[in-house]
T-cell receptor, first 114, second 112 residues
Framework: DSGVTQTPKHLITATGQRVTLRCSPR?????VYWYQQSLDQGLQFLIQ???????AKGNILERFSAQQFPDLHSELNLSSLELGDSALYFC?????????????FGAGSRLTVL | GQNIDQPTEMTATEGAIVQINCTYQ??????LFWYQQHAGEAPTFLSY????GLEEKGRFSSFLSRSKGYSYLLLKELQMKDSASYLC?????????????FGTGTQLKVEL
């Protein structure tokens, strides 16, 4: 158990629908990161939050949004879902290590869009 | 921007040594991570290099040359459980803060 909790573990839905993925970071970690991993594309950075504020943005689609709440848990909202959104969505939180921040990943939420 | 190049697949024998290379071009380079990912599971942290040289951690070592934009991960005394994808991830300092970008990974298969 990495200490980063993601729910749900699996989700199957239809095109056009909207889903919310939830993440609780490790105790004491203030940053939350979201990554998308498709079969062909590897881990793609979506967005980062630090203590409730958006810190960095990657290739996140406009149909996707996220937020980090005062208790530091985060939600990733995916709307108007398309077949290509089927992927593993990882959340990670970070802690300092040798002057950098090491990411600890949750087990992921596997989204299947039919 | 960031360009990361690592071999797609490698095969090695149990007990042997394997070196996984990674070249990168990263704006505002601020160190390089290696992660291990078993199929369908979360990536797990292996190593971090920010200065040139070799960092040794048990059976795993990681090397960095900043001037060459080059790193490698060295795995010794390979075990079957080392069969996994190994992700090279340079850290880049952008206007929005540090950004960790992952390569597509090297799928290592350890055989008897």
């Amino acid at each position: 158990d990495s200490g980063v909790t993601q729910t749900p573990k699996h989700l199957i839905t239809a095109t056009g629908q909207r889903v919310t993925l939830r993440c609780s970071p490790r105790s004491g970690d203030l940053s939350v990161y979201w990554y998308q991993q498709s079969l062909d594309q590897g881990l793609q950075f979506l967005i980062q939050y630090y203590n409730g504020e958006e810190r960095a943005k990657g290739n996140i689609l406009e149909r996707f949004s996220a937020q980090q709440f005062p208790d530091l848990h985060s939600e990733l909202n995916l709307s108007s879902l398309e077949l290509g959104d089927s992927a593993l969505y990882f959340c990670a939180s970070s802690h300092p290590y040798s002057g950098a921040n090491v990411l600890t990943f949750g087990a992921g939420s596997r989204l299947t869009v039919l | 921007g960031q360009n990361i190049d690592q071999p797609t697949e490698m095969t090695a024998t149990e007990g042997a040594i394997v070196q996984i290379n990674c070249t990168y071009q990263t704006s505002g380079f601020n160190g390089l991570f290696w992660y291990q990912q078993h199929a369908g599971e979360a990536p797990t942290f292996l190593s971090y290099n920010v200065l040139d040289g070799l960092e040794e951690k048990g059976r795993f070592s990681s090397f960095l040359s900043r001037s060459k934009g080059y790193s490698y991960l060295l795995l010794k005394e390979l075990q079957m459980k080392d069969s996994a994808s190994y992700l090279c991830a340079p850290l880049g300092l952008t206007g929005g803060g540090n950004k960790l970008t992952f390569g597509t990974g090297t799928q290592l298969k350890v055989e008897l």
